[in-house]
C-alpha cells in the first residue's frame, strides 16, 4: 500500500497525472489496443468467416437497414457485406501486432548493436555506424519495399500469404533499428567513461557483463521514447506498405488493406467503407506519438 | 557612517515547488560598504549563490524573492524588471562567475565584448571605448593587449578568460562586483594571481565586493568581513580575521575544526557529524540544532536571533555566552 | 618496510592527433601528449603516498596505470612484485587484481544509478563468485552508515553519504591498496572531514595503503606520509612530508607553497607565482618548469634535470640544494 502510494506520488506519475493530453492519448491507446485483443468477444460479426457473410448486406449504410435484409450495422458494411466496425477490430490486431513486433524487432536490434558500437569503438564501430549512415539515406518506406520484394521473390508461392506479415515484420523492423544504435550509442559512450564503469572493469568484470549489466539499464530511458513513437511510425508504415498492396494480404486485412479496398468506392459515394479505418488509423497513431511526446519530455531532463 | 553600496535587509528567496515552498535564502541581512571585500561562506545549498543572484536579479523561475529588501546606493533594486534591471547588471553590478567561459560570447572577440558593454554603458565615442577596452586589458595583466584585442575567448587559457571577465565585469566601472566562486575551477598558482588581480583593482577603484567561495583561505586572505550561511540563514557576520580566529557559532567553531590546517598535522579533524538538511526537511528552532554539540531545548523550539545589519555576532543563543 | 607498489620509469603518451583525414587536408603533424613522463617512486606498505599537482600534471594517469585501467607506454607498474599487462601467471594477476581498489572523485558518476546499494557495494566480491551475504550491511556499518541502507538507490544519498557508499565497496573485496583519485574534492569541508577521519581509521584497522591523488595541498599534507610533486608528467620532488613541506627543495613546490590560500593569512601578500601551465603537447625544452621559475639559468633550457637526492628529499632541478 506505502509502495503503491510513494509511486502514485513519484515525479513520473504526478507529471502524468498532471498532463491531460498524457492521460487522454494512454485511455485511447487502452481503449484500441483491448479492443484489438479481444475482437471475437467484441465484434458483431466475425468478417472472415466466409458462411456467415450475405452478399446481399453488401454497401450497407451506416446505421440504416439494409434494403434487401433489413440488418443494421453500425458503420456499414463493404462490397462483399462485411462489417466494417467487426473487420476494423480484426484489422487493429494486425496493425497493432506488426506494429508492436517490428518495434521489438528493431528494438532488440539496434539496442544490441548500438551498445555494441559505443562500448567496443575503433572498426567495429565504424563498421555498424556506416551501415546505419548508409541506410539513412534511404526512406524506410523504400527500405520496407526492398526487403519485401526480395522476400517475395524467395518465398514459395503457396506460402506467400502466411509468411507476408512476417516479412512485413522485418521489412519495418530492419528499416526502424538504426535510430535506436545510434542514441544507444550515444549515451553508452557517456556512460562508459562514468567511473561506475571504471570500478566495474576493475574488479575484472568481463566488457559483456559490463554491457548487459551496468550500461544497459541506464541507456533505457531515451530508448523507451523512441520505441513509443517507432510504434506509431510502425503503424502507419504497415499500413502505408498494405495500401499500396505489399502487405498484409486481403485473407487477413489491415487496417491498411482496409483503407486500401474503401479507396476503391469512396468517389461511388460508399464513403464509410475507407472513412472508419481511417479514422481509427489516425486515432491509433496520434496517440501513441503524443504519449511518446510526453514521455521524452518527461525523462528527458534538459527539455524540462 | 557613509551610506553602504550594498544593502541587504532580511532577505527572503523562495522556491515553490509542488510539495512545499522552499526557501533557500531565509532572512539574510548585511552591509557592504565601499572598498570592501565581503566574504560569503557556507557549503553547498547553503544559500551564497542564490543570494548573490538575488541582488543582481539573475533568479531562475519559479525562484523569487519573497521578502525583503536589496538597496543599492540607497535605491531599491529588488523590484526591478527588464530595461532597468539590464541595465543595472554591468553598469552598476559587475560579475565574475565560477566558469569563465560561460560569462563570455564564445562568437565574439573579447574586444567587441569590451567595447560594447563601454559604449552601453558609459556615454563616449567608440575610439575611446577601444581605448578603455585596451587599458582595462592591460590592467587585468594581459600581455599584448592591443592584438588579443581581436581574439576570441576560446583562444584564452583559463586563467587568461577569468581575467577577461575580470575586466569587463570593471569595464563599466561599476560600485559592486559580484564574484561567485571566481578561483574553484582554477588552478592553485592561476587562483593566486586572480585573487590578488580583483583584490587590487577594487581597492585602487573603491569597488565593493561579494565574494562567494567556500574556501576558508581564500576568505582569509582575501576578505575584510565574512558572513557565514547555513541553510539560509545568516549563522554569524563579523570581521574575517575575528571570525576564522574566535569563531562565536557553533557551525562555523565545527568548520574551522574541520579544515585540515597545516600546523595541526595528522591530528584527527574535528568532526561536525551529518549534513546541512534539505531545503524540504528543515529541523524546527534552529537550522543547526540538530548537529550542534550545544543545542539545549530552545534551540530545537525558537528560531535562532537573527543578525543585524552591522551588528558582529553569532545567531546562537548561546554564541556569545559560551564562546570559546 | 617492504614496497608494495613499485613504479619504474613510468611514462604514458596519448595520441590526441585528429582523425586522419583531417590530417592530411590540413597538413597537421600527428599530436602527441606526454601525460606522465619517466615517473619513479615506491610505495611501502601501509604507509600513504600523496601525489599534488595541478590540473595536467599526470597525477590521475599514474592512478589510473597503477591500479590497471590504463596500460603505460613505457616502464612498468609492480603492485606486490607482479606487473598485472605483462605478467603471464594468470592466477597472480587475478590475485593482485582483487588486492587494489579505487575510490573517485565524481560522487554521481561512480555509482550505479540503477543499482541497489546492496548489488553495488557486493560486487567486487559477487564479481569472483564469492559469499556476499550480510557482507554489504556489515560494510555499511563499517563506513558509517545502517545496514538498512543497503536496499536505497544511490539518489537517496548525500556526496558524502555516496563517498561512503564508494568506500565500503572498495573495502569489500579486503583490498590492500586503494588508489584514492581526489576523493574529496568534491565534498563540502565538515563532510570532507568526515570522510578524511574514516579514511584513516579504516587504513590502521585494516593496515591499508593509500595512493592518495590530491590538488589540495592542506588535505595531503594532512594524509600523506610521503609526497611525490608533478608537474606536466614530471615528478619534480619527492620527500617525506615534513620536509616536503617545512624545507621544499624545487621552486615549483616552493611556489605551489606560496601560491596556497592560508587559514591564517590575514594581509599576507603572496610571491605570485610567474605565467601559467604550458601547453602539455608542446612542453617547453630542457627543465619544463624553466619558463616561470625564477632561478632559471641558460643550462635549464636545454638540460632537463635528473633527480638528485638532497636530505631526504629527492628533487628534479639543477640549482635545488
Known amino acids: 500500500m506505502e509502495r503503491i502510494g510513494r509511486a502514485w506520488n513519484s515525479d513520473f506519475v504526478w507529471s502524468f497525472r498532471h498532463s491531460p493530453v498524457a492521460v487522454v492519448s494512454l485511455a485511447l491507446v487502452l481503449v484500441l489496443v483491448l479492443s484489438a485483443v479481444f475482437a471475437p468477444l467484441i465484434a458483431p460479426y466475425d468478417p472472415f468467416d466466409p458462411a456467415s457473410l450475405n452478399l446481399m448486406n453488401g454497401f450497407s449504410k451506416p446505421m440504416e437497414p439494409n434494403t434487401f435484409t433489413g440488418d443494421v450495422f453500425w458503420l456499414g458494411t463493404d462490397d462483399q457485406g462485411r462489417d466494417v466496425f467487426s473487420t476494423i477490430l480484426y484489422g487493429m490486431r494486425i496493425s497493432l501486432f506488426v506494429g508492436f513486433t517490428a518495434v521489438l524487432f528493431a528494438l532488440i536490434l539496434g539496442v544490441s548493436l548500438g551498445l555494441i558500437a559505443g562500448y567496443v569503438g575503433g572498426w567495429t564501430e565504424t563498421a555498424i555506424m556506416r551501415v546505419a549512415d548508409v541506410q539513412l539515406t534511404f526512406p524506410a518506406i523504400l527500405v520496407a519495399m526492398l526487403i519485401f520484394g526480395i522476400a517475395k521473390g524467395i518465398t514459395p508461392v503457396h506460402m506467400r500469404d502466411e509468411m507476408a506479415i512476417w516479412v512485413l515484420i522485418i521489412a519495418i523492423g530492419l528499416s526502424d533499428w538504426v535510430q535506436f544504435a545510434r542514441v544507444v550509442r550515444g549515451a553508452t559512450l557517456v556512460e562508459k567513461n562514468k567511473e561506475y564503469v571504471q570500478a566495474a572493469k576493475l574488479i575484472g568484470r568481463k566488457p559483456g557483463a559490463i554491457m548487459l549489466r551496468h550500461i544497459l539499464p541506464n541507456v533505457l530511458s531515451p530508448v523507451l521514447v523512441i520505441a513509443t513513437i517507432s510504434l506509431a511510425l510502425a503503424i502507419i508504415a504497415e499500413a502505408t506498405l498494405s495500401f499500396l498492396g505489399v502487405g498484409a494480404p486481403p485473407t487477413q486485412p489491415s487496417l491498411g488493406t482496409l483503407i486500401c479496398i474503401g479507396q476503391g468506392y469512396l468517389f461511388s459515394g460508399e464513403w464509410w467503407i475507407i472513412l472508419y479505418p481511417s479514422i481509427t488509423l489516425l486515432a491509433l497513431a496520434l496517440s501513441v506519438n503524443l504519449l511518446g511526446d510526453w514521455l521524452r519530455d518527461t525523462l528527458n531532463p534538459k527539455l524540462r | ?324 | 618496510m617492504n614496497s608494495l607498489v613499485v613504479v619504474k620509469n613510468l611514462t604514458r603518451i596519448f595520441d590526441v592527433s585528429k582523425p586522419w583525414l583531417n590530417r592530411v587536408i590540413e597538413k597537421l603533424p600527428r599530436a602527441l601528449l606526454t601525460a606522465v613522463s619517466n615517473v619513479s617512486l615506491n610505495i611501502e606498505e601501509k604507509t600513504v603516498y600523496a601525489l599534488v599537482g595541478e590540473s595536467g600534471s599526470g597525477k590521475s594517469t599514474i592512478g589510473k596505470m597503477v591500479v590497471g585501467l590504463l596500460p603505460p607506454s613505457a616502464g612498468m607498474v609492480e603492485v606486490e612484485g607482479i606487473d598485472l599487462f605483462k605478467s603471464t601467471d594468470d592466477d597472480a594477476v587475478d590475485r593482485v587484481r582483487s588486492d587494489i581498489q579505487m575510490i573517485f572523485q565524481d560522487l554521481f558518476a561512480s555509482l550505479n544509478p540503477r543499482w541497489r546499494v546492496r548489488d553495488i557495494i557486493a560486487e567486487p566480491v559477487a564479481a569472483r563468485s564469492g559469499k556476499t551475504d550480510g557482507l554489504a550491511e556489515r560494510l555499511l556499518e563499517q563506513v558509517g552508515l545502517s545496514s538498512k541502507d543497503a536496499d536505497k538507490y544511490p539518489h537517496e544519498f548525500s556526496g558524502g553519504q555516496r563517498q561512503r557508499i564508494c568506500i565500503a565497496r572498495a573495502l569489500a573485496s579486503e583490498p590492500r591498496l586503494i588508489v584514492c583519485d581526489e576523493p574529496t574534492s568534491a565534498l563540502d569541508v565538515s563532510v570532507q572531514a568526515q570522510v578524511l577521519n574514516l579514511m584513516s581509521d579504516l587504513k590502521d584497522q585494516l593496515g591499508l595503503t593509500y595512493l592518495f591523488i590530491s590538488h589540495d595541498l592542506t588535505v595531503v599534507r594532512h594524509m600523506a606520509d610521503r609526497v611525490g610533486v608533478l608537474y606536466l608528467g614530471r615528478l619534480v620532488e619527492e620527500a617525506p612530508r615534513d620536509d616536503l613541506f617545512d624545507d621544499p627543495k624545487h621552486p615549483y613546490t616552493k611556489m605551489l607553497l606560496e601560491a596556497a590560500p592560508k587559514l591564517d593569512g590575514f594581509d599576507r601578500t603572496p610571491d605570485l607565482p610567474e605565467g601559467e601551465i604550458p601547453d602539455p603537447i608542446n612542453p617547453p625544452s630542457g627543465c619544463v618548469f624553466h619558463p616561470r621559475c625564477p632561478l632559471a639559468i641558460d643550462r635549464c633550457k636545454v638540460e632537463a634535470p635528473e633527480a638528485r637526492q638532497i636530505g631526504r628529499s629527492w628533487t628534479a632541478c639543477h640549482l635545488a640544494e
Request: with cysteine; hydrophobic share 40%.
Open chain 2, 1 to 324: 557612517m557613509e551610506m553602504p553600496v550594498l544593502s541587504v535587509r532580511d532577505l527572503v528567496v523562495e522556491i515553490p515547488t509542488r510539495h512545499a515552498v522552499l526557501r533557500p535564502v531565509n532572512g539574510v541581512t548585511f552591509d557592504l560598504h565601499r572598498g570592501e571585500i565581503l566574504g560569503m561562506v557556507g557549503e553547498s545549498g547553503a544559500g551564497k549563490s542564490m543570494t548573490g543572484n538575488a541582488v543582481i536579479g539573475l533568479l531562475d523561475r519559479p525562484a523569487r524573492i519573497a521578502g525583503g529588501e536589496i538597496l543599492l546606493n540607497g535605491e531599491r533594486i529588488d523590484q526591478l524588471h527588464g530595461e532597468e534591471l539590464r541595465r543595472l547588471r554591468g553598469k552598476h553590478i559587475g560579475m565574475v562567475f565560477q566558469d569563465p567561459l560561460t560569462s563570455l560570447n564564445p562568437l565574439l572577440t573579447i574586444g567587441e565584448q569590451l567595447t560594447e558593454t563601454i559604449t552601453e554603458h558609459l556615454n563616449v565615442s567608440a575610439a575611446e571605448a577601444r581605448q578603455r577596452a585596451v587599458d582595462g586589458l592591460r590592467e587585468v595583466g594581459i600581455p599584448a593587449a592591443e592584438q588579443r584585442m581581436d581574439a576570441y575567448p576560446h583562444q584564452f587559457s583559463g586563467g587568461m578568460r577569468q581575467r577577461v571577465v575580470i575586466a569587463l565585469a570593471l569595464c563599466a566601472e561599476p560600485s559592486l562586483i559580484i564574484a561567485d566562486e571566481p578561483t574553484t575551477a582554477l588552478d592553485v598558482s592561476v587562483q593566486a594571481q586572480i585573487i590578488a588581480l580583483l583584490k587590487r583593482l577594487c581597492r585602487e577603484r573603491g569597488t565593493a565586493v561579494m565574494l562567494i567561495t567556500h574556501d576558508m583561505g581564500v576568505i582569509a586572505e582575501t576578505a575584510d568581513r565574512v558572513a557565514v550561511l547555513y541553510a539560509g540563514r545568516m549563522a554569524e557576520l563579523g570581521l574575517a580575521r575575528d571570525v576564522l580566529t574566535q569563531p562565536n557559532h557553533p557551525y562555523t567553531i565545527g568548520l574551522m575544526g574541520s579544515t585540515p590546517l597545516a600546523s595541526a598535522g595528522r591530528a584527527r579533524l574535528y568532526q561536525i557529524d551529518g549534513s546541512m538538511p534539505r531545503l524540504d526537511a528543515l529541523p524546527s528552532g534552529c537550522a543547526f540544532n540538530p548537529r550542534c554539540s550545544r543545542a539545549q531545548s530552545k534551540c530545537s523550539q525558537d528560531p535562532s536571533p537573527s543578525l543585524a545589519a552591522h551588528q558582529d555576532r553569532a545567531a546562537c543563543w548561546f554564541g556569545g555566552e559560551n564562546a570559546q
